[in-house]
């Protein structure tokens, strides 16, 4: 059974990597992710602030050095805080492809198109196989409209094309207006791969401090369907490869993505829940599932239940939202 995968132009043994997580701070989580078969792994963000901390003295434009910046920027985690600086991360890179044989992506984490991207070259350098850009923002001013922030996105991806060899996936949230026009002009931008979707972490109220509580919570199987739904629309449209990240807990969940038209699946929660042998799981249930349909190739899965082939997909999108909702029996 053939279960091979294509991502980012590099070959993989199945469709099931790891993403961003607390595994990719130390070599040895990372040998274990290897070792219990993951086919490529993402290592966690290096943060912008971290790099313009560390090279400009400044963080989200608060010059750190200024007296009256210490109240701004208490709201930040300090540099210590962070499992590692930007020259450690490219040390740490350089250490992990010597100890693993799997593809490995950096990964960057930001909000603004500026010189800190340039730091994506130190990536490269330190010998990243490819680089995943997760370009992190909740816009709060009234004035911006929803333009300006794809066009910044956009061109940081040209500009990272334009500097870098190895290819450059790019990790979108769900709230965009139109999320097929932006994937379009990603493509037209040079971008690899769109990885769909981060997950919109929010924070809670402590209304016995009167605080904000920040809460990172893993992800189920109910996050998922957006997912599918944005990966069919895209699948056989646009050139990028296409990875689903989040909601995926089960080998059912994986199968899903798959029929949907995702090329791979990143597993993130799953692996932090389960520990790093569920993704054997899932290449079993994946297998098993293959096998009872008869079906010998991955490329038979992909994008089997995707609207490449729907003629007037806005028409066939309606149709199932009016379906859904005469769905309910009560």
Known sequence: MDTRTSYLGMRLEHPFIAGASPFGYAVDTIKRLEDAGC??????????????????GHVAHINV???????????????????????????????????????????????????????????????ADAIELNMYEVPTELSVPSSAIEDRLVYAVKELKRRLKIPIAVKLSLFWTAPANLAHQLDQAGADGLVLFNRFYQPDIDIGNMTIAPQAELSTSVELLPRLRWVSILHGRIRPSLAVTGGVATPEDGIKALLAGADVVQLVSALLRHGPQHVGSMRQGLEQWMAWHKMDRLDEVRGALSLHATADRDSFERAQYIRTLHSWLG
């Open 39 to 56: 086919a490529a792994v993402v290592l966690h963000s290096l943060f912008e602030e971290q790099i313009s901390y560390a090279y400009a």
């Open 65 to 127: 050095f200024e007296r009256d910046s210490a109240e701004l920027l208490s709201t930040f985690p300090g540099p210590e805080e962070y499992p590692l600086g930007p020259d450690e991360y490219a040390a740490h890179i350089v250490r992990v492809k010597q100890a693993v044989r799997i593809p490995v992506i950096g990964s960057l984490n930001g909000r603004t198109p500026e010189d800190w991207l340039k730091f994506a070259g130190v990536i490269e350098q330190a010998g």
